[in-house]
């Protein structure tokens, strides 16, 4: 079965406080790993996908990477705004266009 | 990546009773899905809706318990039928992207059973 832990579950930072999230994760063949950033009272919102080991991609102060067993979600100098739940995500197998399995997600708070 | 709207956005609901979830997307998708966010907790995907055919559910979940409808390929509904407070969570509806398995979510409906 495949699953997806992420840690720290709550991480607070001062702003400008660089730090990094783990997600780890054991599927039977990698179809892509998903990072999402999550609101309170919104849906999750798209931020990366990656896809082979040593895949890097960046969003502003945001840079996710992958490993054979792991991703990191490294946040560089954050600000406030960047305080949310992230999550990351696997797809289910079976082919096709599959659903996700979540992790529980890493709850970050920027304090100013 | 798609505009994604649900209704309605929350609702208190009585025991016994059941609740239409609907989902509408501003362009066609083939696969569309439905997840459930307890609170506190992550994500859990619900089951899987193409247009024309059954939906697919995960385990744990049944089809008496939470039908589903996709009538078109811009639409879905999810009912959660004979609620109970244990159904009280986040019910959020995604669609498939154009790059293979990236996923686009709605707000969500916050729903409180009482």
């Known amino acids: 079965e495949d699953q997806v832990t992420q840690s720290p579950e709550a991480l607070r930072l001062q702003e400008g406080e660089s730090s990094s999230l783990n997600c780890s994760y054991t599927v039977s063949g990698l179809r892509g790993l998903f990072w999402y950033r999550q609101d309170p009272g919104k849906g999750p919102e798209f931020l990366f996908t990656?896809?082979?080991a040593g895949e890097e991609k960046e969003k502003e102060r945001l840079k996710a990477t992958l490993t054979k067993k792991e991703s990191f979600l490294h946040i560089t100098a954050p600000k406030p705004e960047d305080s949310a739940t992230y999550l990351c995500a696997v797809p289910n197998g079976g082919g096709g266009a599959d659903g996700l399995t979540f992790g529980k997600g890493t709850h970050l708070i920027i304090q100013p | 990546s798609a505009v994604i709207s649900q209704k309605p956005s929350r609702d208190i609901c009585q025991r016994g009773t059941s609740l239409t979830i609907q989902c509408q997307v501003d362009?066609?998708?083939?696969?569309m899905f439905w997840y459930r966010q307890q609170p506190g907790q992550s994500l859990t995907l619900i089951a899987t809706a193409n247009q024309g055919s059954e939906a697919t559910y995960e385990s744990g979940f049944v089809i008496d318990k939470f039908p589903i409808s996709r009538p078109n390929l811009t639409f879905s509904t999810l009912t959660v039928s004979n609620m109970s407070p244990e159904d009280s969570s986040i019910y959020l509806c995604s669609v498939a992207g154009i790059i293979y398995n990236e996923q686009f979510f709605g707000p969500g409906t916050r729903l409180t059973v009482l």
């Open positions: 990656l896809y082979s």
């Open positions: 362009s066609q998708v083939t696969m």
